[in-house]
Nanobody, 120 residues
């Protein structure tokens, strides 16, 4: 059973920064992609940032230029650096590991989530 453990969430003022970490119990290079999703109250979970195995990066339009996903394969850890945070970034952030199928990346393993609250 793959375990993904997120950390680094918390309360931050608008304009501030946070760095989330996701430690995996297995070699993250074995997954086709690693990603961060978020879910705000009353909303569906959405993909925020994705790091495929080929070292490319994909971002939701709402976070482009502010968030950066990175990975340390040697440490089996994925990071999400979040800068210029806005109140609308408030959500539970989930780390996920994806396989590839005909429908594209399918996230099959999830962490427990970490709360990020942006408020003054």
């Amino acid at each position: 059973q793959v375990q993904l453990v997120e950390s680094g969430g918390g309360l931050v003022q608008p304009g501030g920064s946070l760095r989330l970490s996701c430690a995996a119990s297995e070699n993250i290079f074995s997954f086709n992609a690693m990603g961060w999703h978020r879910q705000a109250p009353g909303k569906q979970r959405e993909l925020v940032a994705q790091s495929p195995r080929d070292d490319t990066r994909n971002y939701a339009d709402s976070v482009k230029g502010r968030f950066t996903i990175s990975r340390d394969n040697a440490k089996n850890t994925v990071y999400l650096q979040m800068n210029s945070l806005k109140p609308e970034d408030t959500a539970v952030y989930y780390c996920g590991a994806a396989t590839w199928s005909m429908r594209g990346y399918e996230y099959v393993h999830w962490g427990q989530g970490t709360q990020v609250t942006v408020s003054s």
